[in-house]
């Protein structure tokens, strides 16, 4: 146990054996010609299991997202989000630069649409005076405010309200594998109340590198081209495509173990398990920096929330027998 157990993020994860041998004998061509076989397998794996027409590989689920969003929404037009959104706090004001939005934000203690709120924002077009609203962006599960799953009764009655004032939806889905995992409900479900999509490969599924815009054929196609666009057409890159392919067939079930051990941390942390849903927990910790601090001496690393709060992430590379230690150092500090 002399390792450092990492639980800073699900994206610290190094890729198995078992998914670099995938990858070393990965089938490929160029993909900017569409030439690449495995490349063209995933997207076409990730559509049907979203149930939707087509998807784009992208580097990141930054720019996964910045290409959806784009699909629904032109320069000067507007978003609404919830105000901790990683399309509003973690991109770096990608859609304002690249696509030349505006965004507005609703806040919810977990993340949630609140469907009151997004009413009272909600601009319809009423011609050259305001911004109009064109799309809603949810996040599932929700990142900063802790792996919390948005229920897909909430998203279908958003779906249902942005249906009825003529409004798009986007989903950024980057751990949507763990709310399928942890609910039962299936992908293709949630899938089917947005336009489109991102999910990220590289999160708890484990994959070095990759996501995917998922929407119909026409928002493909029109990503497909301001991938190329914003310089990330990519060449032989099924050998990153095999990655996901073997995250897939892999490390999707699996992702119940980490839920699982996040609920042993929340316990050992005091934190209320009923309260963690996925594999994401925080906690309140008055000097977030030196409990840090001392936990990295005892070799375990976490990470601060701004001044009083930590987060640890559970993933696919601290087994039960880690998760155990690193639960009994941090309840001893
Ligand atoms: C990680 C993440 C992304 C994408 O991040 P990249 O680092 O650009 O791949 C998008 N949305 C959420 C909620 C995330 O947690």
Redesign the pocket.
Known sequence: MADVIDLR?D?VTRPTEAMRAAMACAEVGDDVYGEDPTARLLEERIAELFGHEAALFT???????VLAVRTLVGVGEEVLCESS???AR??LGAHAAITGLTMRTWTHPAGRPDLEAIASLFAPDLGPFFVPTRAIAV?N????AGGTITPIEELRALRAYADSVGCALHL????IWNAHVATGVPLAEWGAQVDVL?V?L??GLGAP?G?LVVGSQAAIDESRVWRKRLGAGMRQVGVLAAAGLHALDHHVDRLADDHANAHLLAEALGVDPAGVATNIVVASRPDAASYVARAREEGVLISALGTNRVRLVTHLDVDRAATEHAAAVLASL
């Open positions: 993020s994206t580097p990141t689920g930054s720019l996964a997202n959104a990683h399309v973690a991109e996040e599960t929700h990142n900063f950024d889905g980057a751990r991102a990220c590289s999160k590198i996501s």
